[in-house]
């Protein structure tokens, strides 16, 4: 990884950093993170999206398989599937260190028409590789847009589309494309996935979900599964126990009123289910991670 990259992502993200050390940048999707030590596991339903680690280590898994990156790796992530993430190695004297850009389906889509076919590639939605020099060329260029404000709004989104163009033209350029195929079982699941992501707190009939996506209910369930590994159902419960720990930890709500907050009827029901993902009951969890917190202070 280059050494202009690093400084002007550790830069930023010194200047902009918040609890978490997660910042989002006026470039939308572009995020950077920055971790002065070893974090705890983080659920999430993860988003189409690269991540250029510039220093330290993390770990991502999807299922029972856990993918290690570290300095001078990209983890690129093809589908919108459940994630337990860790940073692995990060200290006060070497923080871990990355930037991230979210995919974007039209612009897959727009450049994927004007390029070359490519043969069919992988299924696998998680792939951690070298990180290419024309990514990280366009990386630095996209950071050091974000030095001048003024200019973000006119030059960013062809920064923006450079980017994708190099992630399509490199090693997984045909799984990427997948996602912006029209009319690809990929493209129609991820309509269904916007409204989750937007209104997981509502009852969402699966029924509504499958008419649009254009599929029948049945090839709607097989082709959801496919692409995201979970029924409509448990991405819809993920998406709300993810939310509701974040309201607890970050909001400091109470269990009862996380529940309700994002859409749960029972609290018996949500403590139950949140002891499955998590490990731990909301009370204890919530405890543990306080108590992490104050340690580590």
């Known amino acids: 990884m280059t050494t202009p990259l690093f400084q002007a992502v550790n830069r930023y993200a010194e200047a902009h950093a918040r609890q978490g050390g997660v910042v989002q940048t006026p470039i939308p999707g572009l995020s950077t993170v920055r971790a002065t030590e070893p974090s705890g596991l983080l659920h999430a339903i993860a988003q189409p999206l690269v991540c250029l680690v510039l220093q330290g280590s993390k770990q991502v898994a999807m299922g029972a398989q856990i993918y290690g990156f570290s300095a001078g790796e990209s983890l690129l992530i093809t589908a919108d599937v459940p994630t337990v993430s860790q940073i692995t190695r990060a200290s006060a004297a070497a923080p871990y260190l990355s930037i991230a850009l979210e995919l974007s389906l039209p612009v897959i889509a727009d450049l994927s028409a004007q390029m070359e076919a490519l043969p069919g590639g992988d299924h696998v939605p998680v792939h951690v590789d070298p990180t290419d020099a024309e990514v990280a060329d366009v990386a630095l260029r996209l950071m050091r847009l974000l030095e001048r404000p003024e200019a973000v709004p006119l030059l960013h989104a062809s920064l923006v589309r450079e980017l994708h163009y190099w992630l399509l033209a490199g090693r997984h350029g045909a799984a990427i494309r997948r996602l912006g195929w029209p009319g690809s079982h990929a493209q129609r699941v991820a309509r269904a996935v916007a409204v989750l992501r937007a209104d997981f707190a509502q009852p969402l009939p699966v029924e509504s979900l499958a008419a649009l996506a254009g599929m029948s209910l049945s090839s709607f369930h097989q082709h959801f599964r496919a692409v995201t590994s979970l029924s409509p159902l448990q991405f819809q419960k993920q998406l709300r126990l993810i939310e509701a720990r974040r309201l607890m930890l970050a909001e400091g709500a109470s269990a009862s ?39 580590a202070a």
Request: charged content about 25%.
């Open 257 to 295: 009123s996380a529940a309700f907050a994002v859409g749960y009827e029972s609290v018996p029901q949500f403590t139950r289910e949140y002891g499955r993902l998590f490990g731990l009951p909301p009370v204890r969890d919530t405890q543990a991670a306080k108590d992490r917190t104050r340690s």
